[in-house]
């Protein structure tokens, strides 16, 4: 399925703005683990704050499942667009009340209770948005540029990490250590009204997909894990090394680079930025390119290139040379582009049109669930333990070879109809 006709800028800005609130929010969270440590927890061990900061970080990715439970059931039964939007207003407010939460020295162990509730009403509602938006772009264009639009969706989600890595460098470069801490690390989450009110503007009034069900009968989850379970478990394989390598190269690091290897957090914030620029690139190079070569060639390209460079290529971010650690990050930019722009496309290609929002959100958010939300905490837990600042490494690694395992058994289904 897929329609010839030329998909609008307001179809393809509905599918990726959402992923760029969404991906932003988390992104500001992430590059600012450190303060929300020092804001909502005690300051007596700076480790566990830490640890606790990161430990909701994985709490809310915990609740994707749970999200691409609802948000599934929801596109495959009343449609892709419903689907969307109700994540997106979710999103928004979230968003805006985190930037507004008291601290812990106002109200004590309440502040860090509130900001857990927030957190992980975010996981439920980014547990539907990614891939339902990959799932509409894709529907809703000609098969042999399905690599082309349905980049719109990866680049919706790298540019609005982008975003929050430069949202972040430009408070931390305009305010004193002392004010970002007292509440310049508000900014970014309030500014997120401004992207959730444009996005839910959009999506009001939106036509649906041409391939939303809109169907009656049992439930599409319990359908899809029926006959869909084999790719299930190899989307779920796929997808491990993605959310791992995204959240450990591109938000994990800048604390690693200030905490560990000593750069200066502004300058750590700036070598992330221009690496997620260089990512935003790759990203839509490698999705067009499959619509000519093919989805699988690409992937596992990608995916050979991380498990033979991951070492060396944190060696030269674990060496705290600004120039070196800029060289590694852009290595990684590339390898992670060639795999993760074509992803999207590539997973609504794998299942069928009927529970495809089921079977597809479901393997993607519990892959990121437990590899991708954890990464910050098990990074940090890695090297405290082992004592070895190469730890990630190793577990970058292992989770490439996974991955690459799970290209190599998959179908490829590029310009097929997917009906």
Request: glycine letters at 12%; a neutral charge; hydrophobic letters at 55%.
């Amino acid at each position: 399925m897929g329609r010839g006709a030329p998909v609008t800028p307001r179809v393809i800005a509905a599918g990726a703005l959402g992923n760029l609130l969404e991906w932003y929010d988390f992104a500001a969270y992430g590059f600012l683990a450190s303060i929300f440590a020092k804001n909502f927890f005690p300051a007596s061990d700076a480790f566990v704050g830490l640890i606790s900061a990161f430990g909701i970080f994985a709490a809310s990715f915990l609740m994707r499942p749970l999200g691409a439970i609802i948000f599934g059931h929801i596109g495959d039964r009343y449609g892709r667009r419903l689907a969307l939007y109700i994540s997106a207003g979710m999103m928004t407010v979230s968003t805006v009340v985190i930037g507004l939460l008291p601290t812990y020295v106002q109200i004590g162990a309440l502040a860090p209770v509130l900001l857990l509730i927030l957190r992980l009403l975010q996981g439920v509602s980014i547990g539907g948005e990614y891939t339902t938006a990959a799932i509409f772009l894709g529907e809703s264009t000609h098969p042999k540029r399905r690599g082309f639009i349905t980049s719109f969706a990866s680049m919706g989600g790298t540019g609005g990490t982008l975003l929050g890595s430069a949202v972040a460098a430009l408070t931390a470069s305009l305010l004193t250590g002392e004010q970002l801490v007292e509440w310049g690390w508000r900014i970014p989450f309030l500014l997120g009204v401004i992207l959730g009110g444009f996005t839910l503007f959009l999506r009001t009034g939106l036509d649906d997909s041409p391939a939303a069900p809109h169907s009656e009968g049992g439930a599409p989850l319990v359908e899809a894990f029926r006959v869909e379970w084999r790719n299930i478990l190899r989307a779920i394989a796929l997808n491990a090394m993605l959310g791992a390598g995204f959240y450990l190269i591109f938000v994990y690091l800048t604390t690693y680079m200030h905490q560990i290897e000593g750069m200066p957090e502004r300058q750590a914030l700036q070598v992330n930025t221009i690496s997620m620029l260089a990512l935003l690139l790759f990203v839509f190079l490698f999705s067009t390119v499959t619509d000519l070569v093919g989805r699988k060639v690409v992937v596992v390209a990608g995916l050979a290139g991380l498990v033979l460079f991951s070492w060396p290529l944190f060696w030269l971010i674990a060496s705290g040379d600004p120039m070196r650690a800029q060289l590694g990050q852009l290595g990684f930019a590339l390898l992670i582009g060639a795999y993760a722009g074509p992803m999207p496309i590539l997973l609504v290609e794998m299942f069928d049109h009927r529970t495809r929002c089921s079977a597809l959100s479901v393997s993607y958010n519990i892959s990121l669930g437990l590899a991708g939300g954890t990464a910050p905490m098990v990074a940090a837990y890695l090297i405290n333990r082992t004592h070895d600042d190469m730890a990630p490494a190793y577990y970058l690694t292992a989770l490439a070879i996974l991955s690459l395992v799970a290209a190599l058994t998959m179908t490829d289904r590029t310009g097929r109809p997917l009906s």
